[in-house]
């Protein structure tokens, strides 16, 4: 009996000290490499940029340092992109990578973070190169090279240094980000801006509206782009009402085309400064946080910026034709729980029913011997 209530007992303290403990999660530190790598030793990072058979306007390159490594290879994000909001665990899908890397693309031009380094492509110059780079996590945003005949787009970059090949550290990288060769259309093109708003029970901290900056790059300038109208309205059916739940300042960069078939030149119309598009727009729950205009495909790359937000983070995902804004909220700390409020009753409760067990033991055992 005594073995018995001994064995309940520890159950029950067992639990309770699990109801109790907080658990922490931990990075694994990498096993792919012989060794750990040198952290003196200087990277390299070369980017080259696949427009060889044009002629482009020079164009900088700016290169930032969003983590540093840390010796058992963690990631910890620097000073100047802490408060991105990103969490740099668990990435393994190509959709996560995807969102950081709009994320990050976002953050740098509503934010202008300080560069790492920067490089200029010229006509000759297709490769962008970074030398001395300490180790760490290095990110170069979307680049739009505007060419002769069209207009460029270049994927955005994320680089590790030093990384791991057939198990041995490579301290100098080369890469090819993808590019995209944008055919102009001069077709109507309807583009949109979903906000999302992620606080499920913090709703009251979400604001009547927030600000979206919308700009562009590439594409004609002056009096050669015609925007057709500018509107409001509500999410079409079919959008998910998810839609409508859900870091600090975002940006995207999309190419956004309708077709690929072009319109003869004397069909394309007379066209007016882009400037029509308001540069800053308000979108609020009264517009069912949407807002779209539509423009010509003229092949300009159009850029939205989100406006902070106290007490949430941003992370965007660009869709065809638009750009989702979701802000992730950032609860509070809970207050120190008064008497009677939010008590861990639960271990409490265990605890107490072990000690009144014991107890129990205790006297059955004392009666068996008096007797």
């Known amino acids: 009996m005594k073995k018995i209530f001994s064995l309940v007992t520890v159950s029950l303290v067992a639990m309770a000290m699990v109801f109790t403990v907080p658990f922490k999660a931990f990075a694994a530190s990498t096993d792919q490499a012989n060794g750990a790598f040198d952290s003196t030793k200087t990277?390299?990072?070369?980017?080259?940029?696949?427009?060889?058979?044009?002629?482009?306007?020079?164009?900088?390159i700016q290169l930032y340092r969003v983590a540093d490594l840390t010796s058992d290879y963690d990631f910890v994000l620097t000073d100047e992109f802490a408060s991105c909001g990103l969490d740099l665990s668990n990435l393994d899908s190509s959709d996560q990578w995807e969102v950081v890397a709009d994320t990050l693309d976002a953050f740098v031009k509503a934010n202008s973070p300080a560069a790492a380094g920067e490089f200029t492509l010229g006509a000759n110059h297709?490769?962008?190169?970074?030398?001395?780079?300490?180790?760490?996590?290095?990110?170069?945003?979307?680049?739009?090279?505007?060419?002769?005949n069209d207009d460029r787009t270049?994927?955005?970059?994320?680089?590790?240094?030093?990384?791991?090949?057939?198990?041995?550290?490579?301290?100098s990288v080369e890469t090819n980000p993808k590019s995209e060769i944008i055919v102009p259309t001069y077709?109507?093109?309807?583009?949109?801006?979903?906000?999302?708003?992620?606080?499920?029970?913090?709703?009251?901290?979400?604001?009547?509206?927030?600000?979206?900056?919308?700009?562009?790059t590439g594409g004609p300038t002056g009096d050669e782009v015609k925007v057709i109208k500018t509107s409001v309205s509500s999410v079409a059916e079919g959008t998910p009402r998810a839609l409508t739940f859900g870091m600090a300042a975002l940006n995207s960069a999309v190419r956004l085309l309708s077709g690929t078939e072009e319109a003869p030149a004397e069909e394309i119309p007379a066209?007016?400064?882009?400037?029509?598009?308001?540069?800053?727009?308000?979108?609020?729950?009264?517009?069912?946080?949407?807002?779209?205009?539509?423009?010509?495909?003229?092949?300009?790359?159009w850029n939205v910026i989100g406006s902070d937000v106290?007490?949430?983070?941003?992370?965007?995902?660009?869709?065809?034709?638009?750009?989702?804004l979701e802000y992730h909220i950032v609860p509070p700390p809970s207050p120190v729980p008064k008497t009677g409020e939010e008590f861990p009753w639960i271990p409490v409760v265990l605890l107490s029913v072990s000690g009144a067990m014991l107890v129990v033991l205790g006297v059955v055992s004392r009666r068996r011997a008096h007797d």
């Open 310 to 324: 106290d007490h949430y983070t941003l992370t965007v995902q660009t869709v065809d034709h638009g750009w989702i």
């Open 271 to 301: 066209t007016a400064p882009a400037e029509e598009v308001p540069s800053d727009v308000t979108i609020s729950s009264d517009m069912n946080w949407h807002y779209e205009w539509t423009t010509k495909d003229d092949g300009t790359v």
């Open 126 to 148: 297709c490769k962008a190169e970074f030398s001395g780079l300490t180790p760490g996590w290095y990110f170069i945003p979307q680049v739009v090279l505007v060419c002769e």
């Open 154 to 171: 270049f994927s955005s970059v994320i680089a590790t240094l030093p990384t791991v090949e057939e198990g041995e550290w490579v301290y």
């Open 43 to 60: 990277n390299k990072l070369t980017v080259v940029y696949n427009a060889e058979d044009t002629t482009f306007e020079d164009t900088a």
């Open 187 to 216: 077709k109507d093109v309807t583009y949109f801006i979903n906000v999302v708003w992620d606080d499920k029970g913090y709703e009251n901290y979400r604001p009547d509206s927030v600000v979206a900056h919308v700009s562009h």
